[in-house]
């Protein structure tokens, strides 16, 4: 019976999406924004990399700011919370919280490569180091930890290790400093939140969310975060689905490709 099935083609006539189309999704998901913490909703927050990018395109071709403003605040919030990988760069999949704090540690590529165009698009228009730098760190995990070795990206990343999620990415302040020493271990643990107690179950999530309400020390060097990265690299790898799928390389190609054009990186093009 199944081979006599066919799938039938739609009948209705195709057309181009208007800038009105456009600007009536942008009202309807800002009527679901969320103005305390970013995003849209509660919890969970997945990366609304589609919104932010329809967002930014009306804000382009309109006087009132507010798209902008919830992109903006967003993009902001996703990059100060546990959502981001502070150490190593790249987004997890989605914060099973409303403050993008305590992330799902999944990371998918997808997810990385539109993320990566909506902060080069903000860094555009606002010029603000913190997307550019944002956008940078993403890229260069993708390169360190997702590009095969015959060229193409990787799916994913899964989010356990050793049978615990969270277990690859997470630090115990004692764990910091030893591996930075204590002045400067002092320094990036006030930085990114980390205390002796921890805030996941023992050990810590770096992020910014509570600091940026008080005057940060200052930042953390490239020296420092290479260190914690080279220490986090020796523990148990992470699995990767290393399926190389044509649609997902092609926003990861493109994301590269805007990277290389706007922050004139010429290794992004190549």
Same mark, same amino acid.
């Given at each position: ?36 913490? %970013?995003?849209? /909703?509660?919890?969970?927050? *997945?990366?609304?990399?589609? =919104? !932010?990018?329809? @967002? ?106 050793? %049978?615990?999620? /969270?277990?690859?990415?997470? *630090?115990?302040?004692?764990? =910091? !400093?030893?591996? @930075?020493?204590p002045e400067q271990g002092n320094s990036l643990c006030e930085h990114y939140g980390v205390t002796a107690q921890g805030n996941f179950g023992g050990k810590n ?15 953390p060097t490239e020296k420092q975060l290479s260190l914690l990265l080279e220490y986090r690299s020796g523990r148990y790898r992470l699995h990767k689905d290393d ?28």
């Open positions: 019976a199944l081979r006599n099935l066919s799938v039938q083609q739609p009948n209705a006539p195709r057309r181009e999406v208007s800038f009105e189309d456009l600007h009536h999704a942008a009202e309807t998901f800002i009527e679901e924004f969320d103005p305390q913490f %970013g995003g849209f /909703g509660t919890s969970p927050k *997945f990366p609304p990399h589609g =919104i !932010l990018g329809i @967002l930014l395109a009306v804000d382009q071709k309109t006087e009132d700011e507010t798209p902008w403003l919830v992109a903006e605040r967003t993009l902001d919030a996703m990059a100060e919370g546990g959502l981001y990988d502070h150490v190593g760069g790249g987004f997890h999949r989605y914060a099973t919280d409303p403050e993008w704090f305590r992330p799902h540690f999944e990371k998918m590529l997808y997810d990385n490569a539109l993320l990566v165009m909506a902060l080069l698009e903000c860094h555009q228009v606002t010029e603000n180091s913190l997307y550019k730098g944002v956008a940078e760190r993403t890229l260069d995990y993708i390169r360190r930890e997702m590009t095969a070795p015959e060229g193409g990206f990787y799916s994913a990343q899964d989010a356990d290790s050793e %049978g615990e999620e /969270g277990k690859y990415y997470t *630090f115990t302040r004692a764990e =910091i !400093l030893e591996v @930075l020493g999530i770096l992020n910014l969310i509570r600091q940026k309400a008080a005057a940060l020390p200052d930042e399926k190389i799928l044509t649609s997902w390389n092609a926003l990861m190609i493109a994301a590269c490709a805007k990277a290389g054009r706007v922050l004139s990186r010429p290794d992004y093009l190549r």
